[in-house]
């Protein structure tokens, strides 16, 4: 079974690595696999604003006419962990993630978690930028209607 999975935060690069997720998926006809994490801090205003973000992104990607799972991570598993786990029992093609710029020190160390999952998944791995609009996985259902973005 193909599929591509990607791990998705709500900030600018988990929605950067999303988009291209989706963009991806859609041209392949291939499922995605969205392993959204709470570990960043990211969900931190209460149990209710991650069950809200997972549900707007199946929204978007149901739109977009893209087959989905979405699911938080493990609570008690890191979150490398989880997004090679994830890719290994989907027998996923490729890992998308999305990475933050970096302080010109911060440019000598590449996250922990990304380099973990660079070095340590069973198949290729694609890193995204952070674009600086706040683009979302509804444009590619846009676009897929004929609209404009």
């Known amino acids: 079974m193909s599929a591509i999975v ?3 935060v709500p900030k600018p690069e988990g929605r950067a690595a999303l988009r291209r997720a989706a963009e991806e998926a859609k041209l392949r006809g291939v499922r995605l696999v ?8 990211a969900g931190a205003d209460g149990p209710e604003q991650p069950n809200a973000e997972l549900d707007l992104v199946r929204k978007q990607l149901g739109d977009a006419g893209i087959d989905a799972e979405v699911r938080p991570s493990a609570p008690d598993v890191d979150v490398a962990e989880d997004l090679i786990a994830a890719a290994e029992n989907s027998g996923a ?5 999305g990475l933050r710029r970096r302080s010109p020190v911060g440019k000598l ?3 922990s978690n990304a380099q973990r999952i660079l070095l340590d998944a069973p198949c290729p791995v694609l890193a995204v930028k952070a674009e600086d609009a706040d ?3 509804g444009e590619v259902a846009r676009e ?5 973005t």
Do not use: P
């Open 144 to 148: 897929n209607r004929g609209g404009t």
């Open 34 to 41: 969205v392993v959204h994490s709470e570990h960043t801090g």
């Open 135 to 137: 683009d979302r996985v």
């Open 109 to 111: 160390i590449l996250g």
């Open 93 to 97: 093609d490729f890992i998308v993630i």
């Open 6 to 8: 990607v791990g998705y």
